[in-house]
């Protein structure tokens, strides 16, 4: 009895905040295109060099170089990113991969220029501050964190501030894929995090850790995995959509959150950590295997994250809890491809589970949204 008095409470807690779907930033704009796709190290070196000449002229080119101007790893870069996000209005797309690219430098004197976003009216915003404060604050950051987290009212929000915490009190974020190649660095610009087509099928760049024991358990109610998961960019590509079909397979899930580097990504229900893993293709992946009202087991399929996240296989993960977060565009991070979420529900155990993006028929998979809509 106190158990499920329990539940409901929790339940009812939850529920009591928002995790409704808005159109926060517009991100109908041309410069998933643009991206470069660097098949060899050359290749790449030449195109970051001939940025670098431009950008001693002072020539920026939003469209075209946003993924140039945002992969450096260097304080003299924050002035600029700064008077860039000014000259644009405050873009709020420029303010997520502002604060994307400066928690990953690693310092905490970087906290006091996102901080300064904290009051956003934005909630994507304010979440991608809460999700910095876990790779860069400090302990004496935590009462401020606590008094945000009895103020605020977006659920995603408050469930990525109390990642944070927990975050911090365990010594922060960690890279759990340290092998990734960083292959351009050199003084004073300090640039990571290329994609090189060459490399796919070397085994040294591979990493699987599974739960293999039959542990499951139950959950009830559902949500969305981030928020903006409704919006449909315009020109996204059309093969990420659940069901659409390259030549005889079918894609199985939905791509979303194009654009968002750094995006916190949240379970959309109670379940058990099953997979942890990153290969060429996938980029960093998460599963979770949850038992649903039916009686049937799942597992949600989060793909394409960074490899920044406190999670280990066996980890029981709670509705809203931080999955993780989406990886950088054409980096080792997410596969090589623009920046986004792959997220799919298989209808099958974790033991039984195919854990693949693509199938040649759908009948063993859920469209995510009609899913999550319907419980």
């Given at each position: 009895m106190y158990r499920s008095i329990s539940i409901l409470f929790i339940a009812f807690n939850l529920f009591s905040f928002d995790f409704s779907q808005r159109i926060e930033i517009d991100t109908n704009q041309r410069i998933l295109q643009p991206t470069p796709m660097y098949l060899t190290y050359e290749e790449a070196l030449k195109g970051h060099r001939d940025f670098e000449k431009g950008l001693a002229k002072g020539q920026i080119d939003i469209?075209?170089?946003?993924?140039?101007i945002f992969r450096y790893r260097d304080k003299s870069f924050i002035p600029r990113w700064i008077k860039l996000i000014i000259d644009n209005n405050e873009d709020p797309l420029l303010v997520v991969w502002f604060i994307n690219a400066v928690e990953q430098m690693n310092d905490s004197k970087n906290l006091k220029y996102i901080s300064a976003f904290r009051t956003s009216s934005n909630a994507i915003i304010r979440e991608c501050v809460a999700n910095a404060y876990g790779f860069i604050a400090n302990k004496d950051s935590i009462p401020v964190l606590n008094k945000w987290l009895s103020e605020e009212k977006n659920g995603y929000v408050r469930k990525t501030i109390e990642a944070s915490i927990k975050a911090i009190k365990s010594g922060r974020y960690k890279n759990r894929i340290p092998y990734l190649p960083k292959y351009y660095k050199e003084t004073p610009l300090k640039l990571e995090y290329i994609y090189n087509r060459k490399i796919n099928d070397d085994p040294l760049m591979q990493y699987n850790e599974i739960d293999t024991t039959e542990e499951s358990i139950r959950?009830?109610?559902?949500?969305?995995?981030?928020?903006?998961y409704l919006w449909k960019l315009k020109n996204a590509p059309k093969k990420g959509y659940f069901g659409?079909?390259?030549?005889?397979?079918y894609h199985i899930g939905i791509d979303s959150g194009w654009l968002l580097e750094g995006l916190p990504i949240h379970s959309i229900c109670d379940g058990i950590v099953k997979q942890i893993s990153h290969n060429l293709s996938w980029g960093n992946l998460v599963v979770v295997e949850s038992l649903i009202p039916s009686g049937?087991?799942?597992c949600a399929i989060y793909g394409h994250l960074s490899p920044y996240n406190n999670l280990n296989v066996g980890d029981t993960v709670y509705m809203g809890d931080r999955i993780g977060q989406i990886g950088n565009s054409v980096t080792h991070d997410n596969g090589g491809y623009w920046a986004h979420i792959h997220?799919?529900?298989?209808k099958r155990s974790f033991l039984n589970a195919e854990i693949s993006g693509y199938d040649i028929d759908t009948a063993f998979y859920e469209n995510p949204v009609t899913f999550i809509r319907n419980k």
């Open positions: 469209v075209n170089d946003y993924y140039l959950c009830n109610q559902f949500i969305f995995p981030h928020q903006q659409s079909k390259t030549g005889k397979i049937d087991t799942i997220f799919g529900i298989e």
